[in-house]
């Protein structure tokens, strides 16, 4: 470069700085500054022989990142300072320690958790991406400005992405989908989530994002003129009022019109809300609510409401802080217009998240609305030891849901995702409260478990020191809280039944003249077609694997044709082309969906799923459903591009399925008959009647029973029991 090149750059370097200063949020002292200029000037002497792809000088890029920081996030100067020194550690000579001797623990903290993400090893079973997003999120530990920087970085990298070759703007972009776009709406971080959302579909899908755009712009006079139309209209009233508002038009995001075209199906012109208006009024913090629903009452007396569309985040904020009342209304010509009414602080709440709350608060307030969000994310950071791609999966499922309010029985009101039953909300108030639950009641009434809760309901739960989660909970819980509890008990308790089963087996195999060991151990596993030993414990301790069973193994063990019998039946573990129909028919059974159904399905070569894996299904074009397991090295990628051809599946254990099962009684009455009968159903093996029935007539009596139970086996031990009872003549399953 020649001299006259890099004067003119460290001049226009110099310039950025100044508006640096200039254009930060929160008001900076006289020691921010200092401590602003510091880390530029270890920033541009740290990157001072880097270029970018682009060519343009490497330092351009922290400074970038700090501005966005700065302006559009709005936060502090010690996250300023981390956002200009993203890259030091991780590029230039300069080390952690320097970092920390210059700048103190808390930058050199973030700027480590920042290092950290960049320097993440490449691991072949797992999902990278799914693997980053974890170890990103555990940062979180240390601090959140962690990632709010790196969603500053990542929206950068998007905005200057052009110099890239495709395919790695296409991975970046599908990235950002999945992972920064949910993080910054979770923030609160709107415009940087709608930026993120319309960038990323510029590269993954460049014709369609190109096709909307140019729509967009060829319609944008007629669309100034109608929102001008509209206003004006409303103006007249507003200033009646004498009220201090501005009113502003904008379009939705790219993204957003893109997605209804898809949800619905239809084309660009049949998208029937395409702009929203903002009336944004100034207000004392007394009066706000008063003033919102004044504007309501002036706008729906022109225009009719929409009363479906009225969303009321004044009353009950939204879990990011979020507050605006919301309405759709009928406009000039018939069409559709979203009007979004917001004071000035509720307006900067919604453009800066969380940053504008703390403008407003002070001192310790400032670290408790923080607090309060760290304690959110913290968890569905509870999960982080189930695998990647599921706590992916169920983060995002916290992440992007919507709300909704339910009342304790006290009248407290609690926040869950849209979609949360009373199992969720259970675990919601405790652990404890959700480990004990027995049943539920909403608005004073006895529901299922699995009942979607509505905003407004009352929730009572009903505890019992017996109750324990069982396998179906997990169909009724939806938030990753409440699914991870849930899972780790019933792994406890398996753990609990397999122990159980391993003393039976040794017992058993002992009568039969052989020893449990390591080798006895393999070769029931093979012979029984399972896949641990734990699932062998498991299945004597509940009785699937019963004692003629057990003396079938035995005996084929101590027979000396043993070893040709093993050479038959022992397959590779997991063959080229598996044996579906062996497999379903008497041992697993693959689902899809939420409802469950059997469906058509191929396993993939790629990672060869067996029975009991954790899977879904991808629905492909020439093959039909392919199951993958949910640690498949090319699971993201499928998630990420084709998100809306992923189907749910899940194996259904032998030993886990529940069957009804109908039993009929016939004997002489006596006074505490039914309670025997009950009693040795409920108490004694721990059976679930659905339905009871029983008449008498002339001294002898008949009865139904609905039974849930396991297995036929289950079944056969409690018809036998019950013809041990006295006065009962016979049982029959009908």
Partial sequence: ?????????????????????????????????????????????????????????YVFHPIAVAKIVASEIGLDAVSIASALLHDVVEDTPYTLTDIERMFGETVARIVDGLTKIAHL????????????????????????????????????????MDAMPEHKQVKIASETLYIYAPLAHRIGLYNIKTQLEDLSLKYTEPDVYNDILSKIEDTEEEQQAYIENFSKVIRDSLDKEGLNYEIKGRMKSIFSIRRKMKAQNISFDEVYDKFALRIIYKSDRQNEKFVAWKIYSIVTDHFTPNPIRLRDWITSPKSTGYEALHITVMGPGGKWVEVQIRSERMHEIAEKGYAAHFKYKHGDQKEQ??????????????????NAVDFVEEFKLNLYSKEIFVF???????????????????FNIHTEVGMKTRGARVNGKLVPLNTI???????????????????????????????SKIKSSLREEKKEVAEEGKEILRRKLKSQKVTLNEDVVNKMVTYFKLKTSLDLFFRVGNGVIDNQK???????????????????????AVPEDIDKDE??????????????????????????PIPGDEVFGFISVNDGIKVHTKTCPNAISLQSHYAYRIISARWIDSTQEEFSAEIKLTGIDHLGLVNDITNLISDNMHVNMRNLNFSTEG???????????????????????????EGIDKVTRI
């Fill in 550 to 572: 057990i003396k079938d193994f035995a005996s084929s063990y101590n027979n000396s044709f043993f070893n040709f019998f093993k050479n038959k039946i022992r397959k590779p």
């Fill in 1 to 57: 470069m020649t001299a006259t090149a890099i004067a003119k750059e460290n001049k226009e370097i110099a310039k950025q700085y100044k508006e640096l200063l200039r254009i930060s949020y929160q008001t900076l002292s006289a020691g921010d500054k200092k401590l602003i200029r510091s880390a530029f000037d270890v920033a541009v002497d740290a990157h001072k022989d880097q270029r970018r792809k682009s060519g343009e000088a």
């Fill in 369 to 386: 609305g923080i607090e309060v969000w760290l304690n959110r994310l913290q968890e569905a950071l509870e999960t982080a030891n189930g």
């Fill in 583 to 608: 497999i379903t028919s008497n041992y697993d059974l693959l689902v899809f969906g939420s409802e469950e159904e059997k469906l058509d399905y191929k396993l993939s070569k790629c990672c060869k």
């Fill in 408 to 426: 304790t029985p006290k009248g407290e009101l609690k926040s869950l995702p849209k979609g949360a039953t009373p199992l969720d909300f259970a």
């Fill in 453 to 483: 809760l509505n905003s407004g309901d009352q929730v009572e739960i009903i505890t019992s020191e017996s109750a324990k989660p069982n396998q179906n909970w997990l169909e009724y819980a939806n938030t990753a809280r409440a699914r």
């Fill in 121 to 160: 090893k490449k691991d072949k079973d797992i999902s990278q991406q799914a693997e980053n997003f974890r170890k990103m999120l555990l940062t979180l530990h240390d601090d959140v400005r962690v990632i709010i920087i790196k969603i500053a970085d990542r929206y950068h990298n998007m905005l200057t």
């Fill in 699 to 725: 001294g002898t009596f008949t009865g139904k029973i609905t039974l849930v139970v396991k297995n036929k086996n289950i079944l056969k031990k409690l018809v036998d029991n019950l013809k041990q009872i």
